[in-house]
């Protein structure tokens, strides 16, 4: 049976949420890391798992899958200087399908649509299905962390 409560670790970083019987983070719940950072969502065995949002000291946002403390699955992430990617993500890297935007045009254009592997664009494709459900997985996720 799960325990609710909240524990500061050594390092600075604190959690309040659902424990499992043998103390690991698991369930619900909301963590604030020493480097600023602060995770609304799910864990698993200790780990961020299922759904959730960080916000990153430096304004990135990431909304969506977790698995294994890793992004993976479908979720959006912002990066501090207006650029979003929606879409797959494996292993804590863009990789799959996707859409990523330039607010600033630094790239010589404002979008890529495609294959992504490895944080890198491999080839345009419409990728219409992955970014709808990466737009749902977001809406979830932060509807959970409400």
């Not at 949002?53 to 699955?73: C, M, N, P, R, T």
């Amino acid at each position: 049976m799960g325990k609710y409560g909240s524990y500061s670790y050594p390092d600075g970083s604190s959690f309040v949420g659902e424990w499992n019987d043998k103390g690991q983070r698991h369930g619900l719940g909301h963590m604030s890391l020493t480097d600023g950072a602060v995770y609304d969502g799910g864990f698993s065995n200790g780990f961020f798992n299922g759904l959730g949002v960080i916000v990153f000291s430096d304004g990135a946002k990431y909304e969506g899958e977790f698995a294994q403390g890793w992004f993976h699955g479908h979720g959006i992430f912002w990066r501090a200087d207006g650029m979003r990617y929606e879409g797959e993500f494996r292993g804590g890297r863009v990789w799959g399908h996707g859409l990523m935007t330039y607010s600033d045009g630094s790239h010589g254009f404002p979008r890529q649509e495609g294959f992504f592997q490895d944080s890198k664009f491999i080839q345009k494709k419409r990728s219409t299905t992955a970014v709808s459900r990466a737009q749902k997985v977001a809406l979830l996720a932060r509807r959970q962390c409400e």
